[in-house]
């Protein structure tokens, strides 16, 4: 047996900050999805529910996406629903999907048949907006339907159709779908519905009721992803509706600093192994983190903006020496405290290093 949601969540926990909720259902959908495949080589099956990852820029989705793929034993493919309409009639076909599923399986049929495929910006297929391209976005979205569901679908080897190549049957059957973006506007739909029902029959300029939900996204349904302008047998095949939310400035200061491998881990191990050492002292972590949340992108800008503080550090630093991050992005630099040697004797005859670092004398009684 597979891993258990609980399993699953923990390991997702370890590197995505905050959002629980999406975190709770997509350990269900995978450990699901596990349990399925297994299931059907045993003569049962069930029938799988794909998800739908909704919420704004920049607040973990593809994170979540990867960090999945790296938790559980099954082949991920990332792919981009704006690829599939761009270029128009050269855009890439759906099948594309699988073929990135393919090399993500080694080319193994069998193991691409229980992969996961994620379709990022799967709002873009929205025909709601009208104008250039909506029937490309409508045809999109109805191509996507059977391979949702699970069909055979005919995939060509080497990614682009080409009348020479002899193409790949795969069975998507098995195959999980999540669907991720961020639905601007959708919130407005939902808030709109919630009102509505409320205040139904009367006069609709009334200020909302006051108990309105806080966060409208936390109670989408399918009629309002249809408003949105998503097709209904669409929406229909994407039944696990996941959202995530806005990342404070609390939550961005730990991205910071908790995750496994998170940002300045990173940039510590980079001036580690070039001899020297990088602090941050707590206040300058928070500043960054403020710094990067009134940029309304979520995370995404974390990272430069710690490029930019740290930059002077990673271009001239010398090594021995200890660099603390201050508050308003000021290094501090020092020697290192040098290492406390025991043994008295030592400190004696050598009171300097090769460096002509002073060597710490051991304060007596210590
Ligand atoms: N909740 C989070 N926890 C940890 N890191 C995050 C989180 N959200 C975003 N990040 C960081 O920000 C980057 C961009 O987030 P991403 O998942 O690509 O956003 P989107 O929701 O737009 O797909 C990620 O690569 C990751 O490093
Ligand atoms: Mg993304």
Redesign the pocket.
């Known amino acids: 047996m597979g891993p258990t949601p609980r399993e699953i969540f923990d390991l997702l926990d370890g ?5 629980g909720a999406a975190k709770k259902k997509l350990a269900i959908a995978a450990s699901n999805h596990l349990l399925r495949s297994e299931a059907r080589s045993g003569g049962t099956t069930f029938e799988k529910s794909n998800v739908l990852l909704i ?10 996406i990867r960090t999945l793929a790296g938790a559980i034993d099954v082949p991920v493919a990332i792919g981009d629903a704006t690829s599939l309409t761009e270029a128009g009639y050269v855009g890439e076909d759906v099948e594309g999907l699988l073929h990135r599923l393919l090399l993500a399986s080694d080319m193994d049929v069998a193991k691409a048949q229980r992969g996961i495929v994620y379709i ?1 910006e799967i709002d873009k297929l929205a025909w709601g907006s009208g104008g250039v391209g909506k029937d490309l976005r409508l045809g999109v979205q109805h191509s996507l339907l059977k391979m949702l569901e699970g069909a055979t679908c005919h995939v060509p080897p080497g990614g682009a159709r080409h009348p020479a190549q002899e193409l790949v049957p795969i069975d998507t059957s098995d195959i999980l779908f999540i669907g ?1 973006g ?1 639905f601007v506007g959708l919130e407005e739909i939902v808030a709109r519905r919630l009102g509505r029902g409320a205040t139904f029959g009367f006069d609709r300029t009334l200020p909302p009721p006051p108990d309105l939900p806080i966060n409208p996204l936390g109670h989408v349904l399918p009629c309002d992803l249809e408003a949105f302008g998503l097709i209904p047998e669409l929406v229909g095949r994407l039944p696990v509706v996941a959202t ?1 939310g806005e ?1 404070g400035v609390e ?1 961005l200061t730990r ?1 910071l600093t908790d ?1 496994v491998g998170g ?1 300045l881990k990173q940039y510590k191990g980079l001036v580690g192994l070039r001899g020297a050492t990088l602090e941050f002292t707590d206040e300058a972590v928070v500043e960054i983190a403020r710094a990067a949340h009134v940029r309304g992108v ?3 800008v ?1 990272r430069s903006v710690v490029e930019a503080v740290v930059e002077d550090v990673l271009f001239d630093l010398t090594p021995g020496h200890l660099y603390t991050v201050t508050l308003g992005g000021k290094v501090e630099c020092r020697k290192k405290p040098p290492i406390m040697v025991r043994r008295p004797s030592l400190v004696r005859h050598h009171s300097h290093d090769a460096s002509g670092v002073p060597l710490a004398r051991t304060p007596a009684g210590q």
Do not use: S
């Open positions: 590197h995505v900050v905050g959002q919420g704004p820029t920049g607040v973990g989705k593809t994170h979540l990022d991720g961020a995530l990342l939550d991205i995750p940002l979520g995370a995404r974390l």
